[in-house]
């Protein structure tokens, strides 16, 4: 059985950083779309980074510039690389495979 499974999620200040990897364990070929929702209290779940292929990439508005999304064919695995963290990032992040596998979720905390 194919699962994707999330790490790296934690608290930090405001203006910190935090590094989110995903990777898919159990037999699974490559997704050819791999990426990263989020959902805070109260909230929709919203998408933040997709990466399609080796590297078309798409990002929510609002973390454009600071956040980056990479992945590793060999190890299935996809990150994000989140800088100059905001206490409005604070959400359970979600990792996808094809938008169709989903991940556990990882909380990410911004706060002083």
């Known amino acids: 059985q194919v699962q994707l499974v999330e790490s790296g999620g934690g608290l930090v200040q405001p203006g910190g950083s935090l590094r989110l990897s995903c990777a898919a364990s159990?037999?699974?070929?490559?997704?050819?779309?791999m990426g990263w929702y989020r959902q805070a209290p109260g909230k929709s779940r919203e998408s933040v980074a997709t990466?399609?292929?080796?590297?078309?990439?798409s990002y929510l508005d609002s973390v454009k510039g600071r956040f980056t999304i990479s992945r590793d064919f060999a190890k299935k695995a996809v990150y994000l690389q989140m800088n100059s963290l905001k206490p409005e990032d604070t959400a359970v992040y979600y990792c996808?495979?094809?938008?169709?596998?989903w991940g556990q979720g990882t909380q990410v905390t911004v706060s002083s």
């Open positions: 996808h495979g094809n938008f169709q596998l």
């Open positions: 159990g037999t699974a070929g490559s997704f050819a779309a």
């Open positions: 990466i399609v292929g080796a590297n078309v990439t």
